[in-house]
């Protein structure tokens, strides 16, 4: 059965950082592109950033372009988020998703797999 795992997700104030990490048990991670979604209360779920297999090409949404930054271990099965310069608007749960696709997809539809999302609170 997949899991896929987040944590890190708290409380933080604005200027502030986090680092989320996602844990998957899928046998063959290292095949898998993966992403990082987010939805805030009362909005749709929104692409933040995806990577494919090898860590070697990555892609960020505008809102998190220079603030956020994705990366995986394929030794370790995880995929992270770093975020930094935390604003209240990137309150939001967070999701980790894994996708088959060989290029980076920002779809939702184009992930095979979720993770259950880790809770970010961002204060003013």
């Known amino acids: 059965q997949v899991q896929l795992v987040e944590s890190g997700g708290g409380l933080v104030q604005a200027g502030g950082s986090l680092r989320l990490s996602c844990a998957a048990s899928?046998?063959?991670?290292?095949?898998?592109?993966m992403g990082w979604f987010r939805q805030a209360p009362g909005k749709e779920r929104e692409f933040v950033a995806a990577?494919?297999?090898?860590?070697?090409?990555?892609l960020h949404a505008d809102a998190v372009q220079g603030r956020f930054t994705i990366s995986r271990d394929n030794a370790k099965n995880t995929v992270y988020l770093q975020m930094n310069s935390l604003k209240p608007e990137d309150t939001a749960v967070y999701y980790c998703?894994?996708?088959?696709?060989?290029?980076?997809?920002?779809?939702?539809?184009?992930?095979?797999?979720w993770g259950q999302g880790t809770q970010v609170t961002v204060s003013s």
């Open positions: 998703a894994a996708s088959t696709f060989y290029t980076l997809r920002q779809g939702e539809r184009e992930y095979e797999y």
């Open positions: 899928l046998r063959t991670f290292s095949s898998y592109s």
């Open positions: 990577i494919n297999w090898s860590g070697g090409s990555t």
